[in-house]
């Protein structure tokens, strides 16, 4: 394969707008290189992957793509090379735009051992602290982002020819240190970098920015003619620019409040334009995305399946079901920037999918990618629940297993998280209802006896991690292992209150989401988030001699002391158990125990949930 003339095709799509064709263009050429064996094709697609992704905002993907990419690099020997540096910075700005701080920073800290290894400071390193400060920014941590954004502006100081990189540099410093309360160095950053823009004669987006910025600035610190003086130069700016859009009329009210500190009615001949696209801003926010999917299948798919596979409608059902984080939010009101892609499932039988599945998946493919201001995802993917699959091979692929439960041993080896893909979301249409019966009968949840023993399971999981591991390994100064501990018990504490809801756990990032709806549990959501924000508690060891109670020093510990306190009382009100005690260990045995006596009254139990 000629890598030359892939990027040419490439480039062509790109050049024709054709980018609904870049991701299927891409991956032939990379199941090409597969079979052939060909690393180092393989190595290039991945990163052309990544930078298709990046347009299309698909963290996951990137990420997916990123880690082949970080293997094959150094199966290649590259792990030295700039591609493998752009790879990692491609990953760190990903898991950054997800939110998962941890994973971003340790890319991060790969380039950097990268760059210390291959050479002394150069530009990269002014790059790389410029990211992450966005990192420490996101995470609110802004003395940090103050001090890696200085760090990259002293390293883009000392080059030539770098005036326009530094004004940008010096309004995000000036923005951060707003956010930081330190308004007379935002100032003078602030200034520096309009400077620097005029300097350059570079007065687009950019500058208009740092203008707008500096009103901010002035209206925070009480200078409200000032403030409206920059106001005002930015909202001329940006009329000039792009028209009246949402930034104009974000940065319009922020002037109409300035005038009213000043006393001064603010009027402008857009008053009616503002209320009438705040209506249809008001329309849209109050879609879930179980409304919208409604509506574009009432729009797009349902005369799509009449028209072109009218004879097979009542043998395909459609609705919205498996993996993706759009799919626990679904009653959630979200706007069209917060909400994950529309994503439709037509399911069917495997002869009714041998004859049409790959004819609906195209005419699915062909649908508008857009939709009253949200995204449509129309790439037929299995995986995550979207297009035209066989029914059968959809309970294999989530399920992970042959057949659908029906014995006690057969429910026990099912994951929750692959019970809460099938079961959760919503059918849209089933005429001939074999896929909903399936879908009703998992989501009647586990059989008594099963769910009892996932019960003492995640108690005798949270009490050995949690009242016990973590403790122990605190007191041996073993401060990683005692992380682990601690996030093995939040795994367990988390499963727990699912579990005594009778809904199954979702997967991953989705878990500590779901708690904050418990009905067991409705405190466990912000216990949790708290535990999360706790320094390291090493301090609280240092002259404290372990003898298996908890440290009353150590917030962690106290706070999972609670946990188990609130534990207790739940299951003693629900009836499943007379034991009043904070350890878990405990609670399990109990159970475990009384396990006959709990299921002859388990009836009055539910009724207790």
Not at 447 to 474: F, V
Request: glycine share 6%; net charge negative; aromatic share 12%.
């Amino acid at each position: 394969m000629d890598v030359g003339k892939i990027r040419q095709g490439l480039d062509r799509l790109v050049e024709n707008h054709q980018m609904d064709k870049v991701e299927a263009y891409l991956t032939g050429f990379y199941n090409q290189a597969v079979e052939e064996k060909n690393i180092s094709i393989q190595f290039t697609l991945l990163n052309d992957f990544i930078g298709f992704y990046k347009t299309e905002t698909r963290y996951e993907k990137i990420v997916d793509c990123g880690n082949k990419a970080a293997e094959l690099a150094l199966e290649l020997g590259l792990e030295n090379s700039e591609d493998y540096v752009n790879t990692l910075m491609n990953m760190a700005n990903a898991y950054r735009e997800a939110g998962d701080f941890d994973n971003s920073m340790e890319c991060y800290n790969k380039v950097l051992n990268i760059f210390e290894h291959n050479s002394a400071e150069d530009i990269r390193y002014a790059d790389l602290y410029n990211n992450v400060s966005y990192l420490y920014q996101n995470d609110e941590q802004y003395d940090m982002a103050v001090e890696c954004l200085s760090e990259a502006i002293r390293i883009v100081e000392s080059y030539n020819n770098r005036s326009l990189e530094l004004a940008k540099m010096s309004l995000h410093l000036g923005d951060v240190l707003i956010k930081n309360s330190q308004p007379d160095e935002a100032l003078s950053s602030l200034i520096k970098s309009k400077v620097l823009f005029e300097i350059n004669e570079s007065f687009g987006e950019e500058y208009t920015d740092c203008v707008a910025t500096l009103g901010e600035l002035y209206f925070t610190t009480g200078q409200y003619e000032k403030a409206a003086e920059y106001y005002e130069r930015a909202l001329k700016d940006i009329k000039n620019q792009n028209g009246v859009n949402d930034d104009y009329r974000f940065l319009e009210s922020a002037l109409k409040k300035t005038y009213s500190r000043m006393g001064i009615e603010y009027e402008t001949d857009l008053t009616d334009v503002a209320e009438e696209v705040q209506e249809q801003m008001e329309e849209i926010t109050d879609y879930s995305l179980k409304d919208i999917s409604w509506e574009y299948y009432n729009t797009y798919i349902k005369p799509m399946i009449s028209g072109k596979f009218g004879q097979y409608e009542d043998s395909i059902a459609v609705g919205v079901a498996g993996a993706g984080a759009e799919i626990f939010s679904i009653d959630e009101k979200l706007s069209a920037s917060e909400c994950a892609p529309i994503r439709i499932c037509m399911w069917m039988k495997k002869n009714i999918y041998e004859e049409i599945g790959e004819q609906l998946n195209e005419a699915y493919n062909s649908l508008p990618h857009m939709f009253k201001g949200y995204k449509v995802d129309n790439t037929a993917d299995s995986e995550f629940g979207c297009g035209a699959m066989n029914m059968g091979v959809f309970f294999k692929e989530v399920l992970g297993v042959t057949s659908v439960p029906l014995t006690d041993n057969e429910w026990k080896y099912i994951d929750q998280w692959r019970l809460e893909q099938v079961t959760n979301g919503f059918i849209i249409k089933d005429t001939q209802g074999t896929f909903t019966k399936i879908r009703e009968m998992l989501k009647a949840y586990y059989p008594d006896k099963i769910w009892l023993r996932k019960i003492t399971n995640a108690l005798a999981g949270c009490s050995k991690s949690g009242q016990h591991d973590y403790a122990e390994m605190m007191a041996k100064g073993d401060f990683v292992s005692a992380k682990i501990a601690l996030s093995r018990y939040v795994d367990h504490i988390i499963e727990l209150a699912y579990l005594l809801d009778r809904t199954y756990c979702p997967q991953d990032m989705k878990m500590h989401a779901g708690i904050r709806y418990s009905k067991a549990l409705p405190e466990l959501y912000s216990m949790i988030k708290t535990l999360a924000n706790y320094p390291e508690q090493r301090e609280a060891w240092k002259e404290y001699e372990y003898n298996g109670a908890p440290n009353p020093y150590d917030n962690v510990s106290m706070m999972i002391e609670s946990i188990g306190s609130m534990v207790s009382d739940k299951l003693i009100d629900m009836g499943l158990s007379d034991v009043d005690s904070p350890r878990l260990r405990t609670q399990a045995d109990y159970i475990k125990d009384n396990s006959e006596y709990i299921l002859s009254n388990i009836e009055y139990i539910k009724q207790k949930m």
